[in-house]
């Protein structure tokens, strides 16, 4: 089952309406319908916090929507992200700006503000990302189960 399956059945099994989860997340109908019926949507337009409240509303953890196996072991902090970004860029002894035209990623906003950019990008930059940083994107998803 693709990711807008899941996220369809999820919801069917949360008992909301496309509607109603739509209000619930402030996004449009048409944007959930989008979910619902292309598997690239979520990643490619969902932000990491956005997904994280997508997730938490369905009450399942980030990488059963995605279909992803949960990530064992420590969790990296977005706040480090600028460090690892930093230390990729060294480890190829290439400019933070080559390393940028390479991966086609806009860096910048995660180097000077890595919390802010799990609020405005997408979950796919940050797949990206990780994939040139060597490490699984999951790593980076806030520990959902922290109080």
Request: overall charge negative.
């Amino acid at each position: 089952m693709g990711t807008a399956a899941r996220l369809r059945a999820l919801r069917i099994r949360a008992g909301l309406s496309r509607v109603e989860m739509a209000q619930l997340l402030g996004l449009n109908d048409a944007w959930v319908a989008d979910l619902e019926t292309r598997d690239g949507e979520l990643a490619s337009t969902l932000s990491l916090f956005k997904a994280l409240e997508l997730a938490a509303l369905l009450g399942v953890p980030l990488h059963e929507l995605v279909n992803e196996p949960p990530v064992a072991g420590e969790r990296i902090s977005l706040l480090d992200l600028p460090d690892l970004i930093r230390a990729r860029a060294g480890h190829e002894n290439i400019s933070i700006e080559q390393l940028q035209a390479r991966l086609d990623l806009d860096l910048r906003a995660v180097l000077s503000s890595p919390i802010q950019s799990a609020s405005d990008f997408p979950i796919g930059f940050f797949q990206a990302l990780a994939y040139e940083l060597g490490i699984n994107w999951l790593t980076l998803v806030p520990d959902e189960h922290a109080d």
